[in-house]
């Protein structure tokens, strides 16, 4: 079976560690619904690395990066 690394559903401490950030930050971008590509399952909030890549391709996490006070 050949799996594509980037299909891999990974949790938020993984997602904090490939964007360089910290876990609170991630689940305050959750929270503010800043677009970040987060998907619940059951009580977890897992991420798809093509999505996280994408998403910060597309400038959107700028914008969440901003919205910090």
Same mark, same amino acid.
């Given at each position: 079976?050949?799996?594509?690394?980037?299909?891999?559903?990974?949790?938020?401490?993984?997602?904090?560690?490939?964007?360089? $950030?910290?876990?609170?930050?991630?689940?305050?971008?959750?929270?503010?619904?800043?677009?970040?590509?987060?998907?619940?399952?059951?009580?977890?909030?897992?991420?798809?690395?093509?999505?996280?890549?994408?998403? $910060?391709?597309?400038?959107?996490?700028?914008?969440?990066?901003?919205?910090?006070?």
């Amino acid at each position: 079976m050949d799996i594509n690394i980037s299909d891999k559903w990974i949790s938020i401490e993984c997602a904090a560690e490939y964007l360089d $950030v910290s876990q609170d930050t991630i689940r305050n971008w959750i929270r503010k619904n800043n677009g970040i590509p987060a998907h619940r399952i059951g009580k977890l909030w897992k991420f798809k690395l093509s999505e996280l890549d994408e998403w $910060v391709k597309s400038g959107k996490s700028a914008h969440a990066e901003g919205e910090r006070k």
